[in-house]
């Protein structure tokens, strides 16, 4: 059984810097693409960022040059920096990982940015 752990999030002033990690198991971790999506109250989820097997990566046009992702194979993990938040930023962020092309989920974590 898939399951993906996120850990990070809170209140940060706009302007500041907010570090979410995920830790995946039930599938081989360094095989597959994982990544972040997010949704805003009333809003649509839409992808932030993703990182391939091979380390390539994509950004939403929002985040691109704010937000980093990267992957640790080694522990199962992928993590997403985010810096010089903006209060449009706030939303729920949800850890993704795809298996065979299905996407799984996590259980989302809050991140709010205060102007």
């Known amino acids: 059984q898939v399951q993906l752990v996120e850990s990070g999030g809170g209140l940060v002033e706009a302007g500041g810097s907010l570090n979410l990690s995920c830790v995946v198991s039930?599938?081989?971790?360094?095989?597959?693409?994982v990544g972040w999506h997010r949704q805003a109250q009333g809003k649509e989820r839409e992808s932030v960022a993703v990182v391939g097997s091979g380390g390539n990566t994509g950004y939403g046009q929002p985040v691109k040059g704010r937000f980093t992702i990267s992957r640790d194979n080694a522990k199962n993990t992928v993590t997403l920096q985010m810096n010089s938040l903006k209060p449009e930023d706030t939303a729920v962020y949800y850890c993704?990982?795809?298996?065979?092309?299905?996407?799984?989920w996590g259980q989302g974590t809050q991140v709010t940015v205060s102007s």
């Open positions: 993704t990982a795809w298996d065979l092309g299905r996407p799984y």
């Open positions: 039930g599938m081989i971790f360094s095989q597959n693409p």
